[in-house]
């Protein structure tokens, strides 16, 4: 069955970065994409970042472009998410979910990781 | 950027009531467009794509429908499960959701 396993929450203090992991199994990882949202406390969904895991092409969200970098390694099907220069308005779960090839929503999605920016 | 902007933002009903959910877009997205179901502490649950596509293990109760910049999803008749928070999704252009509806017991 498809999964995606996120690695573990997060404290960072301010001007840190982070390196969010998403391992998949369950499908052929480089037959789709990987898109990343995040989700403040009591806030609503907000698109990151998508990155084709058969072409590592990506597409960013302006607002983060220049501090968050998507990544894949086909050898271990696992996509991982850089957020730089840390703020605490970063505090936020962050999810990876699966992209359909084509046009693309996301069928299945990992369980989220927290991350806390906290000096 | 495409917006999306749902309404409304929150919604009080009680088991068996026929509910509504409308998002808007700021410009056509022909039929590019998901729901997703949320519930505290989990991730967003896929419930309909290509506006009005049932994802596979979705109950019937739950249908999406419109086209260009409007859309529409519905529960002919909630249950105690669907008392969540709603979120439309535009994959036209990019990824943008809308700002959510909760579903709240009346």
Redesign the interface.
């Known amino acids: 069955q498809v999964e995606l396993v996120q690695s573990g929450a997060e404290v960072k203090k301010p001007g840190a970065s982070v390196k969010v992991s998403c391992k998949a199994s369950g499908y052929t990882f480089t037959t789709y994409g990987i898109i990343w949202v995040r989700q403040a406390p009591g806030q609503g969904l907000e698109w990151m970042g998508w990155i084709g895991s058969y072409n590592d092409n990506t597409n960013y969200a302006q607002k983060l472009q220049g501090r968050v970098t998507l990544t894949t390694d086909t050898s271990t099907t696992t996509a991982y998410m850089e957020l730089r220069s840390l703020r605490f308005d970063d505090t936020a779960v962050y999810y990876c979910a699966r992209t359909t090839p084509g046009r693309s929503y996301s069928d299945y999605w990992g369980q989220g990781t927290l991350v806390t920016v906290s000096s | 950027?495409i917006q999306m902007t749902q309404s409304p933002s929150t919604l009080s009903a009680s088991v068996g009531d026929r509910v509504t959910i409308t998002c808007r877009a700021s410009q056509s997205i022909s039929t590019?467009l998901?729901w997703?179901q949320?519930k505290p502490g989990k991730?967003?649950?896929?419930l309909i794509?290509?506006a009005s596509n049932l994802?596979s293990g979705v109950p019937s109760r739950f249908s999406g429908s419109g086209s260009g910049t409007e859309f529409t999803l519905s529960i002919s008749s909630l249950q105690p499960d669907d008392f969540a928070t709603y979120?439309c999704?535009q994959?036209?252009s990019?990824?943008?959701?809308?700002?959510?509806t909760k579903v709240e017991i009346k």
Do not use: I, R, V
Not at chain 2, 43 to 46: C, I, M, R, V
């Open positions: 950027d590019w998901a997703y949320q991730a967003p649950k896929l794509y290509k994802e979120y999704q994959y036209d990019y990824w943008t959701f809308g700002q959510g």
